[in-house]
C-alpha cells in the first residue's frame, strides 16, 4: 500500500463546493485508487460551520446526536455522543482548524463519498475507484486519536474471513476485518491532525480492496452496525443513562 498526502489551500468558509476544489488539486487519478478525504473540508464546502460564540457548544452537541451523555459524568467534560451509528466525542463537532467556527459533521457523508466516487469515475474514465470519508476518534483506553471512515464509497467495506482457515487449519468463526477504518487510519495518520494543511490523500498498490463499480447497496451499508445491545461492549454501552438527541428527531 502507498500513501501520498495532497497539500492544499487553507479551507475555509470561502469554499464552496468541493468538487471544485477536488478539481484544483488532483491533476490525475490512477484505476484502482481510493481518494481520502477528510471530513473538515466537506463540512466547509456545505456551510456545515456555526460561528463560536453564536450557540453554545453543549446546545450545538445535543442538536447533531442521536444520544448523548452530559459533559458532568466525566472529568474531562466532554460530551460523550452517538452519531450516525458511531461512538465519538462532542458528536464529532470540532474547533482544530475551524477558522473561528464550530466544524459540524458533513451533510449525509454517504451521498457525497457515492458524487465523488461518480466524479472520479467520469473525469478520469476509470472503473475502480474509491472514496472514503475521515475523522478522527479516540479508543477506549488507549491515548492518543486515530482516522476512522465515516462513509466510503466504491469498495467492499469489510473483508470476511468466516468460514476461511487460518494459518494452522483452524476454521475462522468470527473474524471480518474493517478495511474503510484501516484505510482511514492509514490516510488520516499520513495526512496529520495539525497544521500540515494537507486534507487529501491517494491511496495506492491495494491488493487487499474489492472495488466495486457502484455505490454500496444499503444492506452492505447497514451490516456495518452493530445495535448496542449487541455489541461486544454493549454491557457497558447500555449500562449507562443516554439521553435523546434531536438528530433523531
Known sequence: MKIYAIKTHKVTNRDQDLLTFLDGYLPSFENGSILAITSKIVAFC???IV????????TLIEQEADYFLPPETNRYH???TIKDGRLIPSAGIDESNGDGYHVLWPREPQATANAV?????????????????TDSNVTPLRLGVAGVAIAHSGFLALNDYIGT???FGRTLRMTK???????????????GEGSEQTPLAVIEDLPFVTFQDRD????ELQALRIPMEDDLYGSLLTGVAWQRGQNLG
Open 46 to 48: 456545505q456551510g456545515r
Open 51 to 58: 460561528k463560536l460564540g453564536d450557540i453554545d457548544k453543549q
Open 78 to 80: 466532554v460530551s460523550l
Open 117 to 133: 466516487r461518480g466524479y472520479l469515475q467520469q473525469r478520469f474514465l476509470c472503473a475502480q475507484v474509491g472514496v472514503v470519508i
Open 165 to 167: 482457515p487460518d494459518l
Open 177 to 191: 476485518v474493517n478495511v474503510m477504518d484501516a484505510l482511514a487510519t492509514a490516510a488520516v495518520l499520513v495526512m
Open 216 to 219: 454500496p447497496h444499503p444492506e
